[in-house]
């Protein structure tokens, strides 16, 4: 890597870490503790709440290549050509899966005085992440593609590598391929999604049903540019689509400003009814906004869906 290189990578990781723990610093912690312990005299009591003889606290995930072979269940594992890491189920409720989209249609920005989405979402990831961390909580961050990173982590050690490697994705140039979320994420966890969701509904749809059908509780946050929202632009413009979508140009931009907010609003309001249907919350935020009012209202969802 040049020196150039470098140099930019180390301003962009100070520039993220700085704007993150503002927005965190402002946020009351997650009341994680008292429901922990409320979570463990429940689960005292009634175990895991499926059938299974011995293994009543337990739940079993596939190990992956990040996990330490010390975790292995060789007794579970037996049982098929799999192998399986044990943990509890409680430590499995208290993780929290976070995920940012950086695809081409993040990167847009209307002004150079505004952030991209992509870096308002690194931005509130991050802050989402310190504040859960500091509750106790472990994260798991997942790649732009939607697989796991590395097994569940907690502390300081977490952040860090949250970090680095939210920097170097940023720094990369935008893939184009679809994520996918994979079936080793924990069951019952709890979801951060970070992204401006304006695929087609099917495909918002297909890439979110793997996460329902794995019983995760997911809080979707839609960013959007503030120019997305008003389409404020007027006379002949060349409108061009960002990840393959093609170009359009229009004479009279005003003209076609009415007809495009209703899409707009058609496809926000089939987000929420999507979101709905599974349990989950939906949360808008425009990049001309601070990110804290937003991450109050979701610190505020996420400690509801812990109850």
């Known amino acids: 890597m040049s020196g150039t290189a470098s140099a930019s990578r180390a301003s962009l990781r100070a520039r993220l870490e700085h704007d993150a723990e503002s927005a965190a610093v402002t946020l009351p912690g997650l009341l994680i503790a008292a429901q922990r312990v409320a979570a463990n005299i429940n689960l005292g009591s009634h ?22 072979p010390g975790a292995i269940d060789w007794r579970q594992s037996a049982k098929t050509d799999l192998m399986y890491i044990r943990e509890r189920e409680w430590a499995a409720a208290q ?76 720094a990369e140039p935008p893939g184009d391929a679809q994520p996918h979320f994979s079936a080793e994420l924990p069951r019952h966890a709890a979801a951060v999604l970070f992204g401006d969701f304006l695929q087609p509904l099917e495909t918002v749809h297909a890439l979110l049903k793997p996460l329902a059908d794995h019983g995760l509780t997911v809080h979707m946050v839609q960013i959007l540019d503030p120019a997305e929202e008003t389409l404020p632009f007027s006379g002949r413009i060349r409108f061009e689509g960002l990840e393959g979508e ?28 999507m979101t709905t249907s599974f349990g989950w919350t939906f949360t808008l935020h425009h990049t001309d906004q601070s990110p804290e009012a937003s991450l109050v209202g979701l610190h505020r969802m996420i400690a509801e869906g812990r109850r």
């Open 47 to 68: 175990g895991r709440r499926r059938p299974g003889t011995g293994e009543s606290f337990w739940q079993f995930r596939m190990y992956g290549s990040d996990d330490s």
């Open 95 to 170: 993780t929290a899966v976070l995920w940012s989209d950086m695809s081409r249609s993040m990167h847009y920005r209307s002004s150079r005085n505004l952030p991209t989405k992509a870096e308002r979402a690194a931005v509130m990831l991050l802050a989402t992440g310190m504040l859960l961390v500091e509750g106790g909580e472990r994260i798991v961050r997942l790649a732009p593609n939607g697989s796991r990173i590395r097994a569940a982590s907690s502390g300081r050690l977490a952040l860090m590598q949250a970090m680095d490697g939210r920097v170097g994705e940023l």
């Open 246 to 273: 093609g170009n359009e140009t229009v004479d009279r931009a005003e003209d076609v400003r009415g007809e495009y907010l209703e899409r707009l609003a058609r496809h926000r309001r089939g987000l929420k009814a």
